[in-house]
Every structure is written in C-alpha cells, then in structure tokens.
C-alpha cells in the first residue's frame, strides 16, 4: 500500500486547515485594526466609555496592524503569532475590567493564530509536538 500519497493528502489538508485558522485572526484583526485608525462613531464611543483616549486608540490600532503584518510574513510568523498572543491578553483584560462578556473572541482568534501556525509550520509542530513517537 503507497501511504506517501495519503501522507502528502493529509499534509495538504493541514496545511490548508492552517490557513484557513491563521486568517481568521489575519482578517478580523486587520478589520479591527483599520477601524481603529478610521474612526467611526461606534468605536470612538466604545473607547470614550472605557476612559480611553482617540491617540490610544490610534496607537492600539497601528499595533493590531503591525501584529497582523508580522504574523503573515512567513520568516516572523512566530513572533507574530507571540505578539497577537499578547494583543490578545490585554484585549481580554480590558473586556474582564469592563465587566464585558465579550472575552472570547480575542481568546478564540488567539487560540486560532498559534493553531493556524502550529498546522503551517512544522518547526512549531516539532518544538510543541501532541505526541511523542
């Protein structure tokens, strides 16, 4: 039986699985990001209501934009996924301290960015392995 073509099916699947992980933070923090720095009135009321000011909120949102940027180049993806981790944490944080239920999300699209990088990358898969052979 040839399982090379099964093996090769099965990393493609993963490897396609792990894109499909890896942009849902890509592009919900990209959407984030870009509204941060556009402005509208429901996330400037949002900001105003937590004690934040609009240079916070344009300093927050060139952050989430360098994250993504760093996460989708492939030789600082690592760094991207630890800096989107950190991003992530003090996301949830604020949503704790305002009392908000809205946690999960950031949590999600964490989880999302190492699983999408754990599945891309087989120097994460070797560093974390599931299992030991």
Same mark, same amino acid.
């Given at each position: *039986?040839?399982?090379?073509?099964?093996?090769? =099916?099965?990393?493609?699947? =993963?490897?396609?699985?792990?894109?499909?992980?890896?942009?849902?933070?890509?592009?919900?923090?990209?959407?984030? @990001?870009?509204?941060?720095?556009?402005?509208?009135? *429901?996330?400037?009321?949002?900001? /105003?209501?937590?004690?934040?000011?609009?240079?916070?909120?344009?300093?927050? @949102?060139?952050?989430?934009?360098?994250?993504?940027?760093?996460?989708?180049?492939?030789?600082?993806?690592?760094? @991207?996924?630890?800096?989107?981790?950190?991003? *992530?944490?003090?996301?949830?944080?604020?949503?704790?301290?305002?009392?908000?239920?809205?946690?999960?999300?950031?949590?999600?699209?964490?989880?999302? /960015?190492?699983?999408?990088?754990?599945?891309?990358?087989?120097?994460?898969?070797?560093?974390?392995?599931?299992?030991?052979?």
């Amino acid at each position: *039986m040839d399982t090379s073509n099964t093996n090769n =099916q099965s990393s493609k699947l =993963q490897l396609w699985t792990g894109y499909v992980l890896s942009a849902l933070p890509v592009l919900l923090m990209a959407m984030s @990001g870009v509204m941060k720095l556009a402005h509208p009135p *429901m996330i400037l009321e949002g900001f /105003a209501k937590s004690g934040m000011s609009l240079t916070t909120l344009m300093i927050i @949102g060139v952050i989430e934009l360098l994250c993504v940027v760093i996460y989708l180049i492939p030789r600082t993806a690592v760094l @991207g996924a630890v800096l989107t981790t950190g991003y *992530m944490g003090g996301a949830i944080m604020v949503h704790v301290r305002a009392g908000e239920a809205s946690l999960i999300a950031p949590l999600v699209l964490g989880m999302c /960015a190492w699983g999408g990088l754990f599945l891309r990358d087989k120097r994460i898969r070797e560093l974390l392995p599931l299992r030991r052979s």
